[in-house]
């Protein structure tokens, strides 16, 4: 005869354990999925279809994977049916691990796309490991004073501000064999390019607490320094690097520069001995400490020489007032004007002819404005918003024909097109096109080509008509590297340090050849002068011998 047998208070215990460490497993993820799979079907939506930067992108992902993270933990000490003892492991194990993590490594920097550098707590950089450059001079004659104008390169982006050499040949497409590094060696922390007179480089760079302004040979065997100037100053930060970012200018012998933190000096050029200076944060009241509230990212505006003039963007301290641009006298530094009400942004003034008159066209915090050479009477403004402490403005500002303006920027801004014209002394600004979606020019600038505009628009490389704003082709990642146009040849600075050398056609471009330049994060502008390529980033500097013959 068979008998029931009830269950055992045991067996039902356990039982009930098991199915309630089910239910634990299972409270989650239901929730879990759906929640974060809606998450990540809006960042989806938002990707596609707001304009916006793939570095902002890369912030939104990093915080979604933060905010996963803690939830697993949670979910795993709380809800997991792992045993007592491994769930408290991993309570206390988490977090400990994360500050051990915390206390030994840290970011010291990050790239354009907001990707990090991570090093071991108490390593020095690579600036600070330099000697100091006044022992690394080797003495020479020095001669500044132009001798062929048409091979120099003295000032930022060249000869007229815009990186495009036009008077220059290929006489072959580059390749392993006609694309010769001359010398390769260490140079300081910064993100100036080189102005460029005879054969004698001159740029800006940090080496432990010393900002320099250094002149290169380019004639000798090795690149040598034959002179610098130091200040005791170091400007650094995590998002901008260490050390200066703006290009000395080289005008009549004499050398311009200005450093990450307003100090504004003119240097003979045969000895780099002061000739006069000025303290532009003293000019308006700041201090470096001050400064970083309203100019996160240190002066990276470069000097620009005109008709006797040296003038700067001068900004101005926290509430104010703010000054668009400050010119003093190339010979004796005497303060000849102030002109704007706009605080400075991270561009360079350059000059042009708009509608008939030539003169000083800045890109500011939140405008656009054209100045009178002579007096630095503000012509006209147009609105360009931005903030120099987020979304800045970095781009300079293109003619594209006898009253037309080009301006780009990155942070999901991209490019616009306006007009500027003159009518009895009243001059008046309209747009003709703006467009979210192209060329946005976060830390570059564009090359004009006719109809055609080429630049990296958020690190891609993207050709855009310059009449409509229509995209004609986009290809290619370099991330936010810098361009330079040679010829009908462009040549990309890829962000991580490779020369891309491409010919630009209908449907985008050929990649000719790629040398690797350079290592690490590399910002600066490349520089030509006779037929040489020079290059650097915050630790290295080459020379490339091109192909090319000058006219």
């Known amino acids: 005869m068979n008998q029931s047998q009830e269950p055992s208070p045991q067996l039902e215990s356990v039982a009930a354990k098991g199915y309630r460490r089910e239910q634990r497993a299972l409270i989650f993820p239901r929730w879990f999925v759906i929640v974060f799979g809606i998450t990540i079907l809006c960042l989806a939506v938002s990707h596609w279809t707001v304009p916006n930067d793939r570095a902002m992108n890369n912030v939104l992902s990093a915080f979604m994977l933060m905010i996963l993270g803690f939830v697993l933990y949670v979910r795993f000490v709380i809800f997991s049916c792992a045993t007592a003892r491994v769930r408290l492991g991993v309570l206390v194990g988490v977090p400990l691990l994360v500050g051990v993590g915390a206390l030994l490594f840290e970011i010291t920097a990050v790239s354009g796309l907001l990707l990090p550098t991570i090093q071991l707590r108490g390593t020095k950089l690579a600036d600070e490991n330099l000697e100091q450059a006044s022992a690394q001079v080797e003495l020479g004659t020095v001669d500044l004073q132009a001798v062929n104008e048409k091979l120099d390169y003295p000032r930022f982006l060249g000869r007229t501000g815009h990186p495009h050499v036009t008077n220059a040949s290929w006489t072959a497409d580059p390749n392993e064999e006609n694309i010769k590094r001359l010398w390769k060696h260490d140079i300081g922390a910064g993100w100036s390019s080189f102005a460029i007179v005879n054969g004698f480089a001159v740029t800006c760079e940090q080496r432990g607490d010393e900002e320099v302004v250094s002149c290169y040979d380019l004639n000798s065997e090795r690149g040598v320094l034959r002179w610098v100037h130091t200040v005791k100053q170091r400007h650094a930060t995590l998002l901008g690097g260490v050390g200066p970012r703006a290009t000395?200018?080289?005008?009549?012998?004499?050398?311009?520069?200005?450093?990450?933190?307003?100090?504004?000096?003119?240097?003979?050029?045969?000895?780099?001995?002061?000739?006069?200076?000025?303290?532009?944060?003293?000019?308006?009241?700041?201090?470096?400490?001050?400064?970083?509230?309203?100019?996160?990212?240190?002066?990276?505006?470069?000097?620009?020489?005109?008709?006797?003039?040296?003038?700067?963007?001068?900004?101005?301290?926290?509430?104010?007032?703010?000054?668009?641009?400050?010119?003093?006298?190339?010979?004796?530094?005497?303060?000849?004007?102030?002109?704007?009400?706009?605080?400075?942004?991270?561009?360079s003034p350059i000059v042009m002819m708009l509608s008939g008159q030539r003169q000083v066209v800045s890109v500011n915090e939140s405008t656009v404005s054209g100045h009178e050479i002579e007096t630095g009477k503000v012509l006209w403004e147009h609105p360009w918003p931005g903030s120099s402490t987020s979304g800045a403005n970095n781009s300079q500002a293109v003619p594209v024909g006898d009253d037309r303006l080009w301006i780009s920027k990155g942070y999901g801004t991209g490019a616009a097109l306006f007009s500027v014209s003159e009518a009895d002394g009243d001059w008046s600004t309209a747009i003709i096109w703006e467009n979210a979606r192209v060329l946005k020019t976060k830390y570059t600038n564009i090359v004009a080509v006719d109809d055609l505009a080429y630049g990296l628009s958020d690190g891609i490389l993207e050709c855009v008509r310059i009449s409509t704003g229509e995209r004609v082709w986009k290809r290619g990642r370099f991330n936010h590297g810098q361009i330079l146009m040679i010829d009908d040849i462009i040549v990309v600075q890829d962000e991580d340090g490779p020369l891309h050398f491409l010919r630009p056609h209908e449907t985008g471009f050929d990649n000719l050849y790629t040398v690797e330049a350079l290592d690490g994060i590399s910002w600066a502008n490349p520089a030509v002068y006779d037929n040489k390529l020079i290059v650097r980033n915050a630790t290295t500097v080459a020379c490339y011998e091109l192909p090319i013959t000058r006219e």
Do not use: N
């Open 248 to 347: 000395p200018a080289i005008v009549g012998g004499r050398v311009y520069s200005v450093g990450a933190t307003g100090h504004l000096v003119c240097l003979a050029g045969e000895s780099g001995h002061v000739l006069w200076k000025k303290e532009l944060l003293d000019m308006i009241g700041s201090t470096p400490r001050k400064e970083k509230q309203v100019l996160a990212w240190g002066r990276s505006t470069s000097v620009l020489a005109v008709d006797g003039l040296v003038v700067v963007p001068l900004g101005g301290a926290p509430g104010g007032p703010f000054y668009s641009l400050v010119a003093f006298d190339q010979e004796t530094g005497e303060e000849r004007w102030r002109a704007g009400k706009v605080q400075m942004s991270y561009a």
